[in-house]
C-alpha cells in the first residue's frame, strides 16, 4: 500500500462531516479541484472508494463509514503526539511572574516541558496580569476576576488556593464567625488593590467589620498591633498566612463562610507558543482538592474558579 498522508486524512475527515466538496475546500482553505483530487488519491491509495458522489449530492461509502472513526481516532493521536513533542521541547524560556506564592514545586512540574524563568519583580496581582497582557511575562501566579481576565484578554487556570484564618488576642483558638471579625482595607490602593477588592466584597457579604488603615498594617508588624488594638479577630491576608505569630496572638479558624482565596496561573488567550502552553498545563494539571467545592466555602463574585 502507497504512503497515506495525515493531510489526505484530514480530507477525508471534512468531506466526510460536509458531505459537500465545496464546503469542505472552503472549511480546508483549499480549491475544490484540488480537494477531489486529493480524495481520489487516497482512495487509490488505499484501495477503497470513500464516497458515492454525482453532480448532486455526497455520500459515505460502506468503507468510508467503517473508516471515519478509526481515521478520527489515528488524527487525533497525530495532534497528542505533536503536542507532546512541543511539550518536551522546552526550546523558548517561559518567564513566570508571581505576587508572593508560588508551588513548592513548580520547578519540577515543569521540568522537561519548559525553561522556566522566574521574574525577580514581585509585584501586585492586578500589575502582574497586566504584564502578562502586555508582554512582559509569559505566565503570571496572582489573583484576578473574571472583568480582568476580559479586560486584559487573559486565560486563569486554578493553580492554588488559601483557607483564610483570623489571628486574635488570647488563648482561644477555636472557631470564629466571619461576621465577627475585622477586615482590614489599606489606603495605598496601589499595592492594595486586589486585597481590599476581596476584603470590602467580604464584609459586604457577611458583616465583618470593615476598617481602613493607612500604615501598610495588612501585614507584618503593624498588622499585629491592629489585632491588639481592635477588640476582635482579624482577618490575615494571604501574604501574612505564613508569618510566625508573636506570643501573645493566636490563629484561629474562619467560619460561616470559609474564606477562601484563590491563586490563577494566568496566559493570554491567544497565546499559542508550545512551551508556555506545556508550562501552564503542566503546572494547572492534577491539581488536587482544595476545598473550594465545600458547602461553606466562600469565594467574592467574579473570582473564576467559584463553583
Not at 459537500?20 to 482553505?29: D, E, T, V
Not at 473508516?67 to 511539550?87: C, F, M, S, Y
Not at 481592635?230 to 501574612?240: D, F
Request: proline content about 5%; aromatic content about 6%.
Amino acid at each position: 500500500m502507497a504512503v497515506v498522508e495525515l493531510r489526505q486524512l484530514r480530507y477525508f475527515v471534512a468531506v466526510a462531516e460536509e458531505l459537500n466538496f465545496g464546503r469542505a475546500a472552503a472549511r480546508l482553505l483549499i480549491a475544490g479541484p484540488s480537494l477531489s483530487q486529493q480524495i481520489k488519491a487516497l482512495e487509490r491509495d488505499l484501495g477503497v472508494r470513500l464516497f458515492d458522489r454525482d453532480r448532486r449530492s455526497v455520500s459515505l461509502t460502506p468503507a468510508g463509514a467503517a473508516l471515519l472513526p478509526n481515521v478520527r481516532d489515528l488524527l487525533g493521536r497525530a495532534d497528542e503526539l505533536q503536542k507532546r513533542a512541543g511539550r518536551l521541547s522546552g526550546s523558548e524560556p517561559v518567564r513566570l511572574g508571581y505576587v508572593n506564592w508560588l508551588p513548592a514545586d513548580v520547578a519540577a512540574r515543569t521540568s522537561g516541558v519548559a525553561q522556566l524563568i522566574l521574574d525577580a519583580w514581585v509585584a501586585p496581582s492586578h500589575t502582574q496580569a497586566a504584564r502578562v497582557a502586555d508582554g512582559s511575562l509569559d505566565l503570571a501566579v496572582c489573583w484576578v476576576r473574571e472583568e480582568d481576565l476580559e479586560r486584559h484578554g487573559l486565560h486563569a487556570g486554578l493553580l492554588g488556593a488559601d483557607r483564610l484564618h483570623a489571628v486574635s488576642t488570647g488563648d482561644d483558638t477555636g472557631e470564629v464567625r466571619a461576621e465577627d471579625t475585622v477586615v482590614l482595607l489599606d489606603d495605598d490602593t496601589i499595592s492594595w488593590s486586589s486585597w481590599n477588592a476581596f476584603a470590602a466584597e467580604l464584609a459586604r457579604a457577611t458583616g465583618a467589620r470593615a476598617l481602613r488603615v493607612s500604615d501598610g498594617g495588612i501585614t507584618g508588624a503593624a498588622f499585629f498591633d491592629h489585632v491588639r488594638r481592635s477588640g476582635r479577630p482579624v482577618l490575615n491576608s494571604p501574604k501574612g498566612q505564613t508569618a510566625p505569630l508573636p506570643a501573645d496572638l493566636v490563629m484561629r479558624p474562619v467560619v460561616v463562610p470559609e474564606v477562601y482565596w484563590t491563586w490563577s496561573l494566568v496566559r493570554r488567550r491567544d497565546e499559542v507558543r508550545a512551551g508556555v502552553l506545556a508550562a501552564a498545563d503542566a503546572l494547572c494539571g492534577g491539581v488536587a482538592d482544595l476545598g473550594l467545592d465545600g458547602p461553606d466555602a466562600w469565594l467574592p463574585d467574579g473570582d473564576p474558579h467559584r463553583r
